[in-house]
């Protein structure tokens, strides 16, 4: 059957897909989510159909197609392209087999995730599988395939060389930007580091927001290869190559329900750090109530996960149980950060000590693992001596970035000082409240909105006294986080 | 925040949706598939959202939406509506507790039926909800909480008679059109037999399809109770009434991983039953390897599963086990469905005897359990004197139709007969092929398309005789179905 493209001019953020007329469908056939094969001269890309029993947007002759189908096949407005019925992907069987609780084999994961990857699944079938993963629990086994098929089904960073490190912070700290601290420590030690970060999601600041303060962090790969090759070291975007891509739309999937399949997770992160051929990995698990472990049981049983699945991948994997009770560091927003990261490497005396504690606990662990005795004082001197920082400034120029002192970067203009309404001492600091606030502020899109922690746990504090200074760059925003932090400024102080 | 009505022109097939520009979700801090409140003077509407990241179908400051919010709240492209957030419904929880394997509670499930007929889950979280179900299977007990939700939320067709007789066929064998025999049998008897029907989703023909060629099938329960009150009868379009509609919606969701969760299956069943106020249920199980129970075992498991159900609803239920290796009946398609069965009534040498036999013994089932005794051979009698005849006349005056005869009902000019290649005895027919030659060549859009049988498994047949005819309105679609009988004609012969 021939029909005329019709371009909706709409994005379905993902699933290749079809519109086609009611009567059209009844002459193939057709269901919705049924496939169909959309050929235009040589090219052939299979969809899935969804069906109009209107004819105001897609009559009868006519294609209705999403802007995913009209990049893929390079189609127009009015084009001529030949329609034929396609079978259901295979991984359509294999999800149905996961559902009924049976053992997957590696053929079957790995058609699944190529099909996730190339957009063949809908969002509902997408939903089954997740489904059938947290109903009927991945083995560790199927855990380990579906990494590789990740990996597999992706690009991947070849460095050729031993050590590789890389680190890995469970979400949920504001805060915490312990990367841009790492990084530069190990680089200088003669060590390769080929750090991917991801943006925010949900919080005020991803790796990648902050370090754009001070950078570019969209790159190929690569490029990716001759800024570590050179420097030992980087920090970009993981979103801007295509390393493990499935994972991010397997995410998108689970985001409704909040569920958080556990072999997904883990799946997730050893795949991101497979495909850039790390050796030596350092995952950080916070402990604390908003942090995706609630308390040690949790975090206990995700480092043995990872243990588990990093000698697999014949990979050294270290564990550190970190408090994630509160945010790390001060600042919260991405110059925020980026600020208390330049501070922290110029050894000013207003650099957030915690985070500086944090990041010299996380290199001793790694020194340890690649058997360096003495890491911590190791990496306290390289801070100290000032080579971490002039590390950080050439990983900035390599990545297109400027040397920029820290009072030079822009924070919002607009601010607001959040006081203690009594005295006494902070006995708990809301991680989500405090994101809440500074995303509304209007982080991480504007990037000097924000917050400014000058409290954590266990301070004293009088009555009126500073608790924190909310940035933003734009009013609207401004009002309407004051007006968040006025009902709940996310601090607990108690009067002794 | 206030923004401008876009109408998007596209129809979401059910649930409630609207799309922002991701400047404006950022602002509110919304990822897609959030909620938001709309409000349009004093309506509000809660929807899900979708995020566009280009400006061109949606720019900052509108606000693009789907048919079903145009329609639920009055709107009009550049209508001013105001925006905020929403909490998820709270069957989202609930849902996510049946994917961890907990048993829920009446309030629970109610909810999420009502959140289901009422659009306010996305077909993400619809899938979850029947993965849900299908992995943690449901309990009796909570398969009749489901039941009873879905009648709750739903029109109910009110009668104060006893008894009341219903009756279903599980799906999946082409032809089987009892139910217009059966109902006038039942309602010349002076009981009262409310038959709602489906059309046709898979098949060649659905009760409601085939009624159609005869009388109306679409009225409003109103309508429906004068009918039935009447004439003791109807057979009317489910469709057209609300009668459990949280059904279609879960079945839709299911379509594309052709999963049937058990709980589901029968829960819609009963629900339908329960809405009409049937008192006497008869459950017509075909067995057969394209039918829904593919054994023995299956067909048992199914019947138990009815009787326990029944027994909670307090209703009479039997169950019968049939052959469903093959077609019943000769016609298959709505105008040569109707034929056959007005030919029946009418006592015409042509009438289909397997058809026939099939619904005397439904009667007689039906008689049995009312307590009236010979049954077959009372249905029987009825069927020769003609007054079942006359009683069909009735109804379908009472549905806006005419008397017609049999010889006067249109069947498609196109025809083409389909031959044995050899001699022997025919000893399968494949359900599924002749259903899809039957809907390929227009069946049921064209009424009068689709295939008439001259032989049935076990018959004898020469080379060159006609096994049967295929009926086409249309040349394009009797060119395919042809093409597609030469491939496979879905009969098996076997020369002794």
Known sequence: MKLKVRDLDISSGGPLIAVINSKDAKILD??????????????????????????????????????????????????????????????????????????????????IVWDIVHNKLSSVELAFFVAACYTNVMSTEETILLTKAMVRHGDVLKLNKYPVVDKHSIGGIPGNRTSLVVVPIIATSGFYMPKTSSRSITSPAGTADAMEVLASVAFTIQKMRKIVLKTHGCIVWGGSLNLAPADDKIIAVERPLSIDAESQLLASIMAKKHSVSSTHIIIDVPVGKDAKAKNKVEALKLKSEFKKIGKRLKKHVRVMLT??????????????????????LKRDPRRPIDLERKCLFMCANIFDMIGIKDGYRKALKILDSGKAYEKMVEIIKAQHGKEIAAEDIKIGKLSHDVMSARAGRVISIDNSSISRIARIAGAPGDKGAGIYLYKHIGDKVKRGEKLYTIYAESKHEFEYAKDVAKEFNGFEVVTK
């Open 323 to 344: 408090d994630g009770r509160q945010p790390i560091g001060n600042g919260i927003g991405p110059a925020l950060e980026a600020r208390d990261v330049l501070w922290l």
């Open 30 to 111: 057709l269901h919705v989510m049924d496939r169909i094969k959309i050929r235009k001269s040589s090219k052939v890309e299979t969809v899935v159909v969804d069906i109009s029993e209107s004819k105001k947007v897609v009559p009868k002759g006519k294609i209705g197609v999403f802007e995913e189908v009209i990049n893929s096949l390079g189609l127009k407005n009015n084009d001529k392209v030949e329609i034929s019925i396609a079978r259901k992907p295979l991984s359509i069987d294999y999800i149905k087999k996961k559902l009924d609780g049976i053992t997957l084999a590696k053929e079957e994961i790995d058609q």
